[in-house]
């Protein structure tokens, strides 16, 4: 994170956390413990699903999950190029190969038309993201996905708390993973939770994460079998969450509710200080929507050029105010242009979005005072770029 006086974001931590994670280093237990389970049964309930798997990150939820399900090299793997790398990655840690498809302009998901139009024989899943906790249109890929009897899986790590219709992110797929990051709306310092109704997959899971070790359903007879700590049934990772990381995440979540309101507010504030600019594009929130804001992201009006865009967040920084570039397209990073030979122009919607967002400082404390700060300073440069142009 960075020293800027309006940082981009900010962990909201508590005494509540500090007790938390105090008691769990006195307790001498510090890794497979009861801590683990009780965060882990205080996501589930949240987000409506029956297992929960406890890990050291996001990526590495989504790691283990596309291991579990199975997907290997040649099978298709549908996604969209307007997110944070990890949920590409996933796909090409097993081999398989990321089918992009271009965004919906509004919400910034995936258009539910162009994955359907994008499922060959090689598909095996949609990996679809609640992206920046807007979670419009996953009830739509999760009946593509059932129409077409492959897999939706969810990367919630942007989601926690977030619902369609009263449904909660994490429930939609046959599989989701949130992350803990420190920018996320809770965190655990770094910390994932693979959540799922599938017990068999929960158990390959934890197996999985626990070096190979044997694990209820996954394993039959050998559940339980003496002597099985140093039983590897499968190639396995250590993937674990340690006890410290999960007290937080049990602090966190008992504040969650009062941490979304928060986060809330500072949205509303955002959006009523700067809708009337019409430099600006806010985001829009559909009907049956319940956010979870984790990040504020507008947009600059077509016209304003990558250059621009940039040079307005360099400028808010030297202001002393966060700004980033939330996200540059997947198919665009280096790598993946070098090996599957993307091109500007693959993907109009995602790029031509991507080269106009600014995410906003946003984090649960920020104050109308700050808020109309950071408007200032955008204003501010928008002003000077307009300037610029004549
Ligand atoms: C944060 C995030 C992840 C996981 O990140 P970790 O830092 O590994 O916890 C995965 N996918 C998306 C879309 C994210 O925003």
């Not at 510090?30 to 882990?40: A, D, M, N, R, Y």
């Not at 068999?200 to 700590?229: I, Y």
């Not at 559909?286 to 077509?302: E, H, K, Y």
Request: hydrophobic share 40%; proline share 5%; charged share 20%.
């Amino acid at each position: 994170m960075s020293d800027q006086e309006i940082p981009l974001s900010r962990p909201d931590i508590t005494e509540l956390e500090e007790q938390a994670v105090l008691s769990v280093l006195r307790s001498g237990r510090l890794s497979i413990g009861p801590v683990v389970e009780q965060f882990e049964s205080m996501v589930t309930q949240r987000c409506g699903t029956r297992f929960g798997v406890g890990v050291s990150s996001g990526t590495t939820g989504l790691h283990l999950v596309m291991h579990a399900m199975g997907i290997k090299p040649g099978d298709e793997v549908i996604t969209t190029p307007f997110s944070f790398i990890a949920s590409a990655n996933c796909i090409l840690y097993v081999g398989a190969t990321p089918v992009f498809v271009d965004i919906d302009p509004r919400t910034l998901n995936m258009d539910p038309a162009q994955v359907e139009r994008a499922i060959t024989p090689r598909t095996r899943a949609i990996l679809a993201v609640e992206t920046f906790g807007n979670p419009a249109m996953m009830e739509q890929y999760a009946s593509i996905a059932a129409r077409h009897e492959i897999t939706l899986i969810e990367d919630c790590c942007e989601a926690l708390g977030c619902s369609f219709r009263g449904r909660p992110a994490g429930s939609f797929g046959r599989v989701g993973v949130f992350g803990f990051y420190p920018n996320k709306q809770i965190t655990t310092g770094e910390g994932g939770m693979i959540v799922t109704d599938d017990e068999r997959l929960a158990d390959m899971c934890r197996s999985l994460r626990n070096q190979g070790r044997p694990t209820g359903k996954a394993d039959g007879a050998v559940q339980g079998s003496a002597g099985s700590w140093l039983r590897h049934q499968r190639l396995g990772y250590n993937a674990r969450m340690s006890e410290v990381q999960a007290a937080l995440g049990v602090a966190q979540m008992t504040r969650l509710d009062e941490i979304i309101r928060a986060r809330n507010q500072v949205a509303d504030l955002y959006m009523r200080r700067l809708a009337g600019n019409c430099d600006l594009i806010m985001p829009t929130i559909d009907p049956g929507v319940a956010m979870s804001w984790f990040v504020f992201v507008v947009r600059l009006a077509t016209g304003f050029t990558l250059e621009e865009r940039d040079r307005v967040i360099r400028a808010m920084r030297n202001h002393d105010v966060g700004a980033a570039d939330y996200f540059p397209c997947i198919h665009l990073q280096p790598f993946y242009r070098e090996r599957f030979g993307f091109q500007p122009g693959a993907f109009p919607i995602a790029e031509s979005v991507s080269q106009r967002t600014i995410a906003l400082p946003f984090h649960n404390r920020l104050n109308e005072r700050e808020v109309d700060l950071v408007a200032q300073t955008l204003e501010l440069m928008l002003t000077r770029e307009n300037l610029k142009r004549g």
